[in-house]
T-cell receptor, first 114, second 112 residues
Framework: GENVEQHPSTLSVQEGDSAVIKCTYS??????FPWYKQELGKGPQLIID?????GEKKDQRIAVTLNKTAKHFSLHITETQPEDSAVYFC?????????????FGKGTKLSVKP | KAGVTQTPRYLIKTRGQQVTLSCSPI?????VSWYQQTPGQGLQFLFE???????NKGNFPGRFSGRQFSNSRSEMNVSTLELGDSALYLC???????????FGPGTRLTVL
């Protein structure tokens, strides 16, 4: 079955710096790759997603890139702020985003120091 | 629109008991998926229901079951609880035909 690996497990940056989180997936049939942010005591929040027919997607300070050949995708956060501190999860699925069987990475705890 | 709601938010049960968790999806969403989150295993997919039918299933024992009602609300049941079932149970709703999945706040289950 699908396996998603996520690195690093922890990441500490200074406010204003950029943060990059990387994920690799094993199933070449995967075609939908969302990213979630989870704050303490809350459920994961969808922050951005990308489908396999797109190489890059940007939303303000957040961007995601996808390399289908290498089977990896990355989350880029620019101009980090303390409120970006949270656990970030990448995920993959074969349903094109229409089906709910997401396979998640283990998460990256991001700390942004003021 | 109101978000995904889950009830109850916290539960304490003892081994051998059974438990039922409830999830109300975002209005208009027809798909509800359930996930188990633990520190050791992370987020693991349990099952997905779409239009009252189970559409996908993860690798969990038969003690874990679910159902979906005609109004898209979903329930998840765990029978014969084990200590290892202690976890945060999350449900996520989506249109089921496109778009992303949106999570509720979860139900924290503690098995003693």
């Amino acid at each position: 079955g699908e396996n998603v690996e996520q690195h690093p497990s922890t990441l500490s940056v200074q406010e204003g710096d950029s943060a990059v989180i990387k994920c690799t997936y094993s199933d070449s049939a995967s075609n939908y790759f969302p990213w979630y942010k989870q704050e303490l005591g809350k459920g994961p929040q969808l922050i951005i997603d990308i489908r396999s027919n797109v190489g890059e997607k940007k939303d303000q300070r957040i961007a995601v890139t996808l390399n289908k050949t290498a089977k990896h995708f990355s989350l880029h956060i620019t101009e980090t702020q303390p409120e970006d501190s949270a656990v970030y999860f990448c995920a993959a699925s074969k349903g094109g985003g229409s089906q709910g069987n997401l396979i998640f990475g283990k998460g990256t705890k991001l700390s942004v120091k003021p | 629109k109101a978000g995904v709601t889950q009830t109850p938010r916290y539960l304490i049960k003892t081994r051998g008991q059974q438990v039922t968790l409830s999830c109300s999806p975002i209005s208009g969403h027809r798909s509800v998926s359930w996930y188990q989150q633990t520190p050791g295993q992370g987020l693991q997919f349990l099952f997905e229901y779409f239009s009252e039918t189970q559409r996908n299933k993860g690798n969990f024992p038969g003690r874990f079951s679910g159902r979906q009602f005609s109004n898209s609300r979903s329930e998840m049941n765990v029978s014969t609880l084990e200590l290892g079932d202690s976890a945060l149970y999350l449900c996520a709703s989506s249109l089921g035909t496109s778009g992303g999945a949106y999570f509720g706040p979860g139900t924290r289950l503690t098995v003693l």
